[in-house]
């Protein structure tokens, strides 16, 4: 199933409440506004959606529907959405008391094919009337995405890049498909349509199918550099036929290399605001319990000082980000060591150190003069990726979080550098 347009939702949630009131392929007719007189007629269970396509599969709908009394009965149909057909009645004539049903072929009374798209049902008698939605589905609903972008925007192509001897590259892609669909073939062609690869894969209804690119044949041979497109295809449960739109992909004729470095900047320099993430309004109501200044016994440095109060929790923090833009699959590892000392000549305050502090997993480096994290394979925006629908995309980077804690006794501690070892992929020159 496929919605479009403005009423897209809608649809989809009227969908979702049919589905959810009987289960399965079979819901039941959901009737609106003020209640009915106790002799207007009522929806049954009609089924809804059937594929009207000549195929034999659910080609008919069938809508069943109670009178209390006698009465001529009309069918009224009408698009839900800004479907090109015109609202249509069906005349019956007298009906006895009872149950009924009228079956629909998903063609106007000229004999013409509606198109895909969610309609109500009427049924009119003079007595009342009561209606349901139904869907005519006469396409196949499905699509291909790339898993992972490393910051880059949907409007640029992925690459992959057979050609690396280092690392066996692959763009990790998602396919989907509409529900009831459980096997399905993505297929991916050259520029000129050609065939070149065509794999099977299984569709869970809540994750997917996984599928890889890796820009080769079948025979695990390097492609020919240039673009590429991938698509979904199948059969879903109503017997509609077809394919998703093609996405486009791009064989590189580069290779990509491992690249370490280190990077050495005073704290100043890298420090960044805490929510560099994030678009949420609330993170940035964000209050220090501390507070960070220019540092005075280390040029470019930044002195953390607790607040004394007990009653608060009287962290001192900063946190930094470097961007890496040039890491084409992310960050692989990044590891990151701090110089400083105590605020005050004499004291033994600590500065404390991680890459990981907001994770459950984080690892604290504590010292009074210098301390160094361990390798951090799995780093916070090393890929690139937003964490949620409303933060900012960035580029892959290294990020890491710097304090003093005034509950632990570490009144104020200035660090002057940082030294940030990073591990990436990047295009060989």
């Given at each position: 199933m496929r919605t479009r347009g403005k009423t897209g939702l809608v649809m989809a949630s009227c969908a979702a409440l049919l589905t959810t009131?009987?289960?399965?392929?079979?819901?039941?007719?959901?009737?609106?506004?003020?209640?009915?007189?106790?002799?207007?007629?009522?929806?049954?269970?009609p089924y809804p959606m059937f594929s009207p396509n000549g195929d034999g599969v659910h080609?008919?709908?069938?809508?069943?529907?109670?009178?209390?009394?006698?009465?001529?009965?009309?069918?009224?149909?009408?698009?839900?959405?800004?479907?090109?057909?015109?609202?249509?009645?069906?005349?019956?004539?007298?009906?006895?008391?009872?149950?009924?049903?009228?079956?629909?072929?998903?063609?106007?009374?000229?004999?013409?094919?509606?198109?895909?798209?969610?309609?109500?049902?009427?049924?009119?008698?003079?007595?009342?009337?009561?209606?349901?939605?139904?869907?005519?589905?006469?396409?196949?609903?499905?699509?291909l995405y790339v898993e992972d972008?490393?910051?880059?925007?949907?409007?640029?192509?992925?690459?992959?890049?057979?050609?690396?001897?280092?690392?066996?590259?692959?763009?990790?892609?998602?396919?989907?498909?509409?529900?009831?669909?459980?096997?399905?073939?993505?297929?991916?062609?050259?520029?000129?349509?050609?065939?070149?690869?065509?794999?099977?894969?299984?569709?869970?209804?809540?994750?997917?199918?996984?599928?890889v690119w890796e820009g080769r044949d079948g025979r695990g041979r390097p492609l020919p550099p240039g673009r590429y497109t991938g698509t979904v295809s199948g059969m879903d449960r109503v017997g509609n036929r077809g394919a998703s739109e093609p996405i486009p992909l791009y064989v590189s004729g580069d290779r990509l290399v491992w690249r370490e470095e280190t990077r050495t900047m005073a704290a100043e320099e890298a420090m960044t605001p805490p929510c560099v993430g994030s678009?949420?309004?609330?993170?940035?109501?964000?209050?220090?319990?501390?507070?960070?200044?220019?540092?005075v016994q280390f040029p470019g440095g930044l002195t953390h000082r607790a607040d004394p109060n007990p009653d608060v929790w009287g962290r001192a923090e900063s946190t930094y980000f470097v961007r890496v833009p040039e890491a084409v699959r992310g960050l692989d590892g990044i590891r990151v060591s701090f110089v400083g000392a105590p605020t005050n000549p004499g004291e033994t305050d600590e500065g404390h150190l991680s890459t990981e502090a907001s994770r459950e997993d984080g690892v604290v480096v504590s010292s009074s003069s210098t301390g160094q994290t361990p390798w951090d394979e799995d780093p916070v925006y090393g890929d690139g990726q937003e964490w949620d629908s409303r933060s900012k995309r960035l580029p892959p980077g290294a990020w890491w979080e710097f304090w003093t804690d005034g509950d632990a006794g570490d009144d104020a501690f200035d660090v002057a550098s940082f030294a940030l070892d990073l591990r990436y992929l990047v295009v060989a020159e």
């Open positions: 009131l009987l289960g399965g392929q079979v819901a039941s007719a959901t009737s609106h506004g003020a209640a009915p007189r106790e002799d207007a007629p009522k929806i049954l269970t080609d008919r709908l069938a809508v069943g529907y109670q009178l209390r009394v006698a009465a001529p009965v009309r069918i009224r149909v009408e698009p839900d959405t800004d479907a090109k057909v015109a609202p249509f009645t069906v005349e019956l004539g007298r009906q006895r008391a009872g149950r009924h049903t009228w079956t629909w072929d998903g063609r106007t009374p000229q004999g013409r094919l509606v198109p895909h798209s969610y309609y109500r049902i009427h049924v009119i008698t003079p007595q009342g009337s009561d209606y349901a939605f139904a869907e005519a589905d006469l396409e196949f609903g499905g699509g972008r490393y910051g880059a925007k949907k409007s640029v192509v992925p690459k992959v890049y057979p050609r690396s001897e280092e690392v066996r590259d692959v763009v990790p892609l998602t396919a989907h498909a509409e529900d009831g669909v459980r096997r399905a073939v993505v297929s991916f062609r050259n520029a000129d349509g050609r065939l070149v690869l065509r794999r099977t894969v299984r569709i869970s209804r809540r994750w997917g199918g996984e599928v678009s949420w309004p609330e993170c940035w109501a964000y209050l220090p319990q501390g507070e960070v200044t220019p540092s």
